[in-house]
């Protein structure tokens, strides 16, 4: 008797099982790592963050930059779809969607944020 035939038969996986996700909150917390180099704060505190979506067709990211004329926003863009793929399975996409509307403003920043840089009330 070989030694696989003794063994129990794996399961095989279902063709139609789509990888785990993670939370939308995972999923912030990964957009928190990543900075806009020019102020010093991290994307989701300064209020860039707008929306995320996350189901088995993929991951699209919502987010805007201070200014139309952002010299990073490229570098942001790239940095946050790195972040995200660090968490999910290599099939799963990442769609990366800068929007204008509504237009950023320092009261989408956190509190603490605003207070680290000076923009309290």
């Known amino acids: ?5 003794s063994l129990p038969d794996s399961p095989s996986p279902s063709p139609s099982a789509s990888p785990a996700l993670p939370s939308v909150e995972a999923l912030r917390a990964a957009l928190g790592k990543v900075a806009d180099p020019e102020i010093g704060a991290n994307i989701v505190d300064l209020g860039l963050v707008y929306a995320i979506r996350a189901d088995a067709t993929g991951v699209s990211v919502d987010l805007t930059m201070t200014s139309p004329a ?4 490229g570098l942001i863009v790239d940095d946050a779809r790195a972040e995200l793929q660090r968490l999910l399975p290599p099939e799963i996409p990442v769609e990366i969607n800068v929007v204008w509307e509504p237009a950023w403003s320092p009261a989408l920043m956190s509190p603490e944020c605003r207070a680290r840089l000076g923009w309290e009330d």
């Open 70 to 73: 952002c010299p990073m926003g």
């Open 1 to 5: 008797m070989s030694l696989s035939a």
